[in-house]
């Protein structure tokens, strides 16, 4: 059962807080946090703090279930940062002229799922001549 959670209009630029989600996405959710803790970047508390909600989501839909519930077991499954609104502002400059800041915005996006058991799939005809014209 996958959980997700979400912040939206944080004053942090989408690049940056890509380069945050980058390093936990695919690890296991307690080791995630983990990393988050220690990481030098600034994007990285409020990247922590979706990844903690997260996990307390999916402990609320296992409570609500009657599922067990292990943390250990949950992995970020997909996290992502999309762009939100920008703020302009005005700077004065040289000889009467203004200079434009952008103020950027993110929406932060984390799933966090419990371990897909490892199946093994069986070979199709058609995927073992994946790429052969004849």
Same mark, same amino acid.
């Not at 402990?59 to 077991?73: G, T």
């Not at 490892?118 to 790429?131: E, H, L, N, Q, Y």
């Given at each position: 059962?996958?959980?997700?959670?979400?912040?939206?209009?944080?004053? *942090?630029?989408?690049? /940056?807080?890509?380069?945050?989600v980058?390093?936990?996405?695919g690890?296991?959710?307690?080791?995630?946090?983990?990393?988050?803790?220690?990481?030098?970047?600034?994007?990285?508390?409020?990247?922590?703090?979706?990844?903690?909600?997260?996990?307390?989501?999916?402990?609320?839909?296992?409570?609500?279930?009657?599922e067990?519930?292990?943390?250990?077991?949950?992995?970020?499954?997909?996290?992502?940062?999309?762009?939100?609104?920008?703020? /302009?502002?005005?700077?004065?400059?040289?000889?009467?002229?203004?200079?434009?800041?952008?103020?950027?915005?993110?929406?932060?996006?984390?799933?966090?799922?419990?371990?897909?058991?490892?199946?093994?799939?069986? *070979?199709?005809?058609?995927?073992?001549?994946?790429?052969?014209?004849?």
């Amino acid at each position: 059962m996958e959980a997700k959670a979400q912040a939206r209009y944080i004053r *942090v630029t989408p690049m /940056k807080a890509r380069r945050v989600v980058d390093l936990i996405r695919g690890k296991q959710a307690v080791q995630a946090l983990a990393v988050l803790e220690f990481a030098p970047q600034a994007a990285s508390e409020p990247v922590r703090k979706v990844v903690q909600s997260a996990i307390a989501n999916a402990r609320v839909k296992a409570e609500r279930a009657s599922e067990p519930f292990d943390e250990r077991l949950l992995v970020v499954q997909s996290a992502y940062v999309d762009e939100g609104p920008t703020m /302009k502002r005005f700077r004065p400059r040289a000889q009467g002229r203004a200079y434009r800041i952008n103020k950027r915005t993110s929406h932060i996006t984390v799933v966090v799922a419990p371990r897909a058991a490892k199946t093994s799939a069986p *070979v199709t005809p058609a995927a073992s001549t994946k790429g052969r014209t004849r």
